[in-house]
């Protein structure tokens, strides 16, 4: 199972709005509405902040979003801010009954 | 509230192998499965496996079949994750993660550093 494609970095201004793109397969992203999302901070653990192509979990701001069109999934940070400075992963359910995860994005705050 | 306490970090020569233990508190442990994923240094997250407390099904990515083998400990509330036959593209750290009942790991463990080296 190869890695979600992701790209390897992402910037923007504060209030500016960025989105992340997470290309897959049949296999996975195109064959379920199983895609998440995962905020890490250096030497941290992940943090969930998106699940089911576009469910946010309690305590995540509403300025993150998902989306899903065939077998790309997208997370979009609307009013950008410098705490949203961080490495943001994609992950799928797949078709092998596993997960997949994508190989990550650096978001950067100009 | 959720938590997931990790084992300490561990060092291992090439050939051996390592158990790593996870500890669930704050929720119906029989309830949810448990991920393991890694991270290299400097690198992106890998999903290893899944297992349900419940009965003990286990899931494994391709890649790890064969050399790993995840149990658990009810009694305990304890999950473990070993990794035989250990390279040095095994050091990494490992986490263990709670599945939030859809398809992803909603609390995360703090993670264990696995260092191989001769």
Avoid at chain 2, 82 to 102: H, M, N, R
Wanted: proline share 4%.
């Amino acid at each position: 199972q190869s890695a979600l494609t992701q790209p390897a970095s992402v910037s923007g201004s504060p209030g500016q709005s960025i989105t992340i793109s997470c290309t897959g397969t049949l296999s996975d992203i195109g064959s379920y509405n199983y895609v998440s999302w995962y905020q890490q901070y250096p030497g941290k653990a992940p943090k969930l902040m998106i699940y089911d192509v576009s469910k946010r979990p309690s305590g995540v701001s509403n300025r993150f979003s998902g989306s899903k069109s065939g077998n790309t999934a997208s997370l979009t940070i609307s009013g950008l801010q410098a705490e949203d400075e961080a490495d943001y992963y994609c992950s799928s359910y797949t078709t092998s009954n596993t997960y997949v995860f994508g190989n990550g994005t650096q978001v950067t705050v100009l | 509230q959720v938590q997931l306490v990790q084992s300490g970090a561990e060092v291992r020569k090439p050939g051996a192998s390592v158990k790593i233990s996870c500890t669930a508190s704050g929720y119906s442990f029989t309830s949810y499965h448990v991920h393991w994923m890694r991270q290299a240094p400097g690198q992106g997250l890998e999903w290893m496996g899944i297992i349900h407390p419940s009965g003990g099904n286990t899931n494994y990515a391709q890649k790890f079949r064969g050399r790993v083998t995840m149990t658990r400990d009810t009694s305990t509330r304890t999950l473990y994750m070993e990794l035989s036959s250990l390279g040095s593209e095994d050091t990494a750290v490992y986490y263990c993660a709670k599945d939030s009942g859809s398809f992803s790991g909603d609390c995360w463990g703090p993670g264990t550093l696995v260092t191989v080296s001769s």
